[in-house]
């Protein structure tokens, strides 16, 4: 599992459900939109810090963002 890649789409489809551009998803979670973006594109990891503040702006639980939906789907089956 790539958890940058898990993390970064995890990040793109909570912030697009809730209807948020890059740009007001920063400004919610006290970051940079060049920041979210990089995120996104997998360009960049984060600290801790950042992750939490991405989860609350998100208004969901922090695991949320490294659950890779893919296996967790497999797993089910």
Same mark, same amino acid.
């Given at each position: 599992? #790539?958890?940058? @890649? !898990?993390? &970064?789409?995890? !990040?793109? @489809?909570?912030?697009?459900?809730?209807?948020?551009?890059? =740009? +007001?998803? &920063? =400004? @919610? +979670?006290?970051?940079?939109?060049?920041?979210?973006? &990089?995120?996104?594109?997998?360009?960049?990891?984060?600290?801790?810090? *950042? !992750?939490?503040?991405? +989860? #609350? +702006?998100? *208004?969901? #639980?922090?695991?949320?963002?490294?659950? #890779?939906?893919?296996?967790? =789907?497999? =797993?089910?089956?």
């Amino acid at each position: 599992m #790539d958890i940058v @890649k !898990v993390f &970064a789409n995890n !990040v793109k @489809k909570y912030r697009t459900e809730r209807g948020l551009s890059q =740009e +007001a998803f &920063a =400004e @919610k +979670a006290g970051l940079h939109r060049t920041y979210i973006s &990089a995120i996104e594109r997998e360009k960049r990891s984060i600290d801790l810090d *950042n !992750v939490q503040k991405i +989860a #609350d +702006a998100l *208004n969901i #639980d922090t695991y949320l963002l490294f659950i #890779d939906k893919r296996i967790s =789907e497999r =797993e089910e089956q």
